[in-house]
């Protein structure tokens, strides 16, 4: 199983980002997925899951803020991020729950 991160990068309060997950080994159609995110000196959060039917859990956070989707075509998990704050900062973390990805980099600031 491989997960691959994209999307990640510096913007400004308020602005958005979309993260990508190119899952191979794994269809994202029969499991479920999840972004997780770290920031420094924390520890690993959810942000938010989709289940194989495409039920979705979004962290109380980010919710209203973030959804996550997933589009089978592409064997692909998507978060989408709006409003962002500097306290998002972090790295987010692709995973299907026994494999993660390698994270991708996300900086809020001004």
């Known amino acids: 199983v491989q997960l691959v991160e994209s999307g990640g990068g510096l913007v400004q309060p308020g602005g958005s980002l979309r993260l990508s997950c190119a899952a191979s080994g794994i269809s994202v159609r029969t499991s479920a997925m999840a972004w997780y995110r770290q920031a420094p000196g924390k520890e690993r959060e959810l942000v938010a899951s989709?289940?194989?039917?495409?039920?979705?859990n979004t962290a109380g956070s980010v919710k209203g803020r973030f959804i996550i989707s997933k589009l089978i075509t592409t064997n692909s998990v998507y978060l989408i991020m709006n409003s962002l704050k500097p306290e998002d900062t972090a790295v987010y973390y692709c995973?299907?729950?026994?494999?993660w990805g390698q994270g991708t980099q996300v900086t809020v600031s001004s």
């Open positions: 995973t299907s729950f026994t494999s």
């Open positions: 989709i289940s194989a039917s495409g039920g979705t």
